[in-house]
């Protein structure tokens, strides 16, 4: 029974590692064993990202240090080494303390995080307005003024079947494809004005440090400003039905130049 089980668990090591060693990164999505936030592209993203490890060592320090003091006192004043409880009532200095320090740690966490979420709502002076409207399950969007002003198409999924059925190997773009993407100029303010059609949906890049709901009769926007040309990838982050898993997003961020020729290409195509 032994040999068996350590049989089995050499052929499920084996069968991990070659799985991890045929998929790749997904070039503008996720990367193999990511645990960690993204970096992304834009100033938002990396103030997410920031704010993500500055939180995070603060809680930990706080947990290390509360906790490491209860089971050392525990440990080091126990019963059996003769040790009697103490009785005392109310200490002025102490009640003030646990008062003023968690209260200056959460000013210091605060302030930061609400800088980031002002920022986040400031749509302002954008230079660039695209209507997203989320459909199940698909996205539709429409350039609303800029070069490619009058511009709409709908962005399905383009994953083949038979990678779905399991026919054939999967991509590592898999289920993170679409049939057009929504091109943006780089460095520029991308006003993104969202609804649905049918049910909520949820527009989320991670790279783009983007996540906004799409609510039937709402308007609702956000902003971001790749600082980079690339192709970044994200999907429908609302349960919104059967087919949800099927409704990714993808931008492709390029150059004004290259923007202002595919503008000219879309509005050749849709006079035709």
Request: glycine fraction near 8%; aromatic fraction near 10%; hydrophobic fraction near 45%.
């Amino acid at each position: 029974m032994k040999k068996l089980r350590g049989l089995l668990g050499i052929t499920v090591f084996i069968g991990s590692a070659t799985v991890f060693a045929q998929t790749g990164d997904m070039p503008g999505g996720p990367r193999v064993a990511q645990v960690n936030l993204t970096p992304g592209v834009t100033e938002i993203a990396a103030d997410i990202y920031w704010l993500h490890w500055m939180m995070l060592i603060i809680c930990t320090i706080i947990f290390v240090g509360v906790f490491g003091v209860m089971f050392y006192s525990i440990w080091a004043h126990r019963k059996s080494k003769g040790h009697k409880a103490a009785v005392f009532h109310e200490h002025l200095g102490v009640e003030v303390a646990w008062t003023v320090i968690p209260f200056i740690i959460v000013i210091a966490m605060a302030l930061p995080a609400t800088k980031t979420v002002v920022a986040m709502k400031d749509t302002s002076s954008a230079d660039l307005t695209i209507k997203a409207t989320g459909y199940q399950w698909k996205w539709g969007y429409e350039y609303l003024d800029g070069p490619a002003k009058g511009v709409n198409f709908l962005s399905n999924l383009s994953t083949p079947v038979d990678q779905i059925m399991g026919n054939v190997e999967k991509s590592n773009t898999y289920l993170m494809e679409v049939d057009q993407e929504m091109v943006v100029p780089v460095g520029k303010k991308v006003r993104l004005v969202l609804t649905a059609s049918d049910v909520i949906h949820s527009w989320y890049v991670p790279e783009l440090g983007v996540k906004q709901d799409a609510i039937p009769g709402f308007l609702r926007d956000t902003w971001f400003r790749a600082d980079r040309t690339g192709t970044f990838r994200g999907q429908c982050a609302e349960l919104c039905g059967q087919n949800h898993a099927f409704m990714p997003i993808v931008v492709r961020v390029v150059s004004e130049e290259d923007f202002a020729s595919w503008s000219k290409e879309r509005k050749t195509l849709a006079s035709k």
